[in-house]
Every structure is written in structure tokens, then in C-alpha cells.
């Protein structure tokens, strides 16, 4: 069935943006009396559509799940070409990350002024709801606004950064004591990967360097790597 | 440094494809006396441009490198939507798959004529070639012709098939006895999944029905994950 995240519900009368209504008449030319599924507020409700002229949509119950996620993970990217940040945004969401953090890295090719990167978030927060849609998340990831390396200093939980140094500690051997914590901060590099100065701030910042192996990845296939291994490591 | 695969070589003369001499002359702009690495019969040499307006490139010696792969990995897939053949391809690639084994599933919404088919496959050779280079293997996945189900009885190694079936053991405890096997064969189902006849035939055949675990994912999302996985659980 078909999930749309509701802008608000008020008396059972569910309010949905102008985008998903013209998802639901032009793209899925639902009709009167179909069903769709809409989450509020981290909550799932089983809808009609009562009068699809005149945008009314009706909550018909709540339904229970079980969110039973073990792990919470925040991926700390660079700005990259939008193609590859888009990529990132969609598989991301699919693999359930809970919030993407763009932050400024020196070899990073994008520079983007305020004004245009308000602009890309905007952009980014709709591929993230849409991907959230798709594969039935009850919560859409949060992406936050550009940040400075030394702004990662008092995030919670774990923190790890992608590295490509040489005699540096493997990620399944980092993941293995995971009891710990149920927070994780991943760090990834750029195209031409971070300065030494950058992993360094970040070690010192307490993110611990891992290897993903002996693969040489592009840059967009990392994050995508990173979350399915640790879903995997958490798997029950 | 850029790495091309050769056609051959011949008494230390490299003999590369147009493609890759436009490469070469046109978008990396290189001159006589620039090196690239080149392989050629899973062997890899560093290499000197002796005359580029004559396409005249030298070995210069054989590089050594240490192939330590534990585990071998073949991706059945059925026919999809080019776009997303391409991102498997490529991803695949630098997840260092050897074999693609793109199969006739019911659900698949793609059906090609031998002539049509044989096209693609050129096309998604070169992705796979292309995206080898990049990633620096010495080795381009090999891309089979389109298999039935049946044909899939007598291919070696141990055998797996994600499953969005419910009580399906996930992948997680199937890989964990991993020390009995040194490959290992992925099917993966369309849009809409296998039909229970074709997931049957193939549990007939020996394979495993395994979970990726809770997340929804796409189609393409699917070979990502699940090499990201096998890659990180034969990690040593």
C-alpha cells in the first residue's frame, strides 16, 4: 500500500502536501474509497480517501509496529557533485540512517553559499522523504545544515571516519565490542579523501580510523557500504 | 596512476582499445613519457608512452601484487531497467564480484531478443571494464549470456537467495559457517519479488532463502548491500 507522510492530522482528517496529492490523483489515479497508508508524528494510520476532489482524506485507525532498531546512525558526508549526493540521500534512507550531516572538507570540489545551499537542502529533504515513503519508514532522516569539522565535537555516541591510510584498524574489528553504545557517527572523506590535518582533528576528536577492506570504492558507493555492514553487525 | 586493461601485449608493445587511446589522448590529456599501469592477462605492468601519435606504449616491468581475495562471488540478477543494470554493474564491480549472471524471472518487467540482449551486454561489458579500471582490479567481472532457472543446477559453490518471505533465517546466520565454501552465489528477485514457483525451484536447486533484515529495500539497492555483507563477514 501506498505510505505518504501527512503534514498534519487534525480530527482524523488527514492534511497531506501538494506534491503527495498530486502523487495520489496524477501518478497513482487512486479514487474514492481508496486506502493509503499515512504516518504523523512517528505513528502509522491505515486512510480512505473520502473525497479525493476536495483533498479529503480520512484516518480509518492507528496501526501498532514494532520498532525494534538497535543501532542509530548519523553519516557525516562531504558536499559532492548533486548526482552523487542524491545517490547517497536515497540508498541512505533505505538503510535507515537517521540523520546525514554535510560538512565543509577541504578537497571537497562543491563550495555552496548559504542561499544555494538552503536551496539543495530543500531539495535533498524531499529525495529523503520520497526514499522514506518507499521503503515504509515511519520517520524520515533529518539532514542537517553545513557544518565545520570542529562542530562534531559534542555529538553523542560512537564516531568512526573512513580512512584510507595505510596500517589502520579494520571496521569489522572496531564493530565487534558494539554492546557499548547504540549511537554511531560515521565520517566520510571526498574525492581525494581528507587531509592528514582533518583526520587528525577528527581522531582527536575521538572518531576512531577504520578500513572498509582492500576495494577501492567511488566516494557515493562508501555510505552505502558503511550502513549495510552495520546493519548487518547488528543484526539479531 | 590510470589503469587500462589491453587487448594484449606483445614483445613489451601494449596494444589498447580505441576507447581506451581516446581516453588517454583526449580526456586525460596525456604525452609521451606519462606512465599508466596496464593488465593483461590478470598480470599488471607499470608502462611508458613512447610515441602517443602513434599509439606506441612500452612496459616497462611487471608490477607484483598479492591476491589474497578469500572469497569468490557470482550475482544472478534478472533483467531490470537499464539505469539500474548500470548502477549494479558498476557497484558490483568495485565490490569486486566475478561473475554476473543475469537471468529470465517472471516478474521482470524487461524481456529482450537475442539481438537486443546482445547489445546490452556489450554495453554493460565496458560499464564492468570501465569501472574495473577505476576500482584498479586486475580482473574485469565476467558478464554470462541470459540463463534460465534450470540452467543454474550445476554451478559450483554455495548457493543463497534473498528472500522477503516471512520466517526466513537471516543472511547473517547463513554466512556464519563460511569456512566451507571459497564461493558463493547470490540470486536476487525483481520488482515484486520471485514467485513462490521460482523460489521454490531454486530452494530445489540448493540454495538458501536468507533475509537482508528489516529495511525496505529497491531492487538495485539489493547487490550492494549483500556484497558490502559478504565482502565484510570474509574480512580478515
Known amino acids: 500500500m501506498q505510505r505518504y507522510f501527512a503534514q498534519s492530522i487534525k480530527n482524523d482528517l488527514v492534511f497531506l502536501s501538494e506534491d503527495d496529492l498530486y502523487h495520489i490523483k496524477t501518478v497513482m489515479r487512486m479514487k474514492n474509497n481508496n486506502q493509503i497508508e499515512v504516518v504523523f508524528n512517528e505513528q502509522l494510520f491505515l486512510c480512505n480517501i473520502i473525497d479525493i476532489k476536495n483533498n479529503i482524506i480520512k484516518t480509518i485507525k492507528q496501526v501498532s509496529y514494532i520498532n525494534d532498531k538497535r543501532i542509530k546512525t548519523r553519516l557525516i558526508i562531504p558536499l559532492l557533485q548533486e548526482q552523487k549526493m542524491r545517490l547517497i540521500i536515497e540508498k541512505a534512507t533505505e538503510l535507515g540512517v537517521d540523520e546525514i550531516v554535510p560538512f565543509v572538507a577541504t578537497r571537497s570540489k562543491i563550495k555552496l553559499d548559504d542561499e544555494k545551499f538552503g536551496k539543495k537542502l530543500e531539495r535533498w529533504m524531499k529525495i529523503s522523504k520520497s526514499a522514506s515513503e518507499q ?14 569539522i570542529e562542530e562534531l565535537k559534542n555529538i553523542d555516541g560512537e564516531r568512526i571516519v573512513c580512512s584510507t591510510s595505510e596500517n589502520v584498524e579494520n571496521i569489522k574489528n572496531c564493530l565487534k565490542n558494539n554492546s557499548t553504545y547504540d549511537k554511531i557517527n560515521i565520517v566520510i572523506g571526498p574525492e581525494g579523501g581528507l587531509t592528514n590535518e582533518e583526520e587528525n582533528k577528527l581522531v582527536d576528536l575521538g572518531f576512531k580510523r577504520v578500513s572498509l577492506g582492500k576495494n577501492i570504492l567511488r566516494v557515493e558507493t562508501v555510505p552505502i557500504v558503511v550502513l549495510s555492514i552495520i546493519n548487518y553487525e547488528f543484526m539479531e
Chains 1, 2 share one sequence.
Do not use: A, E
Not at 135 to 148: A, C, F, G, V, Y
Open 135 to 148: 521503503s515504509k519508514r515511519i520517520d524520515i532522516p533529518h539532514i542537517s545544515n553545513l557544518k565545520h
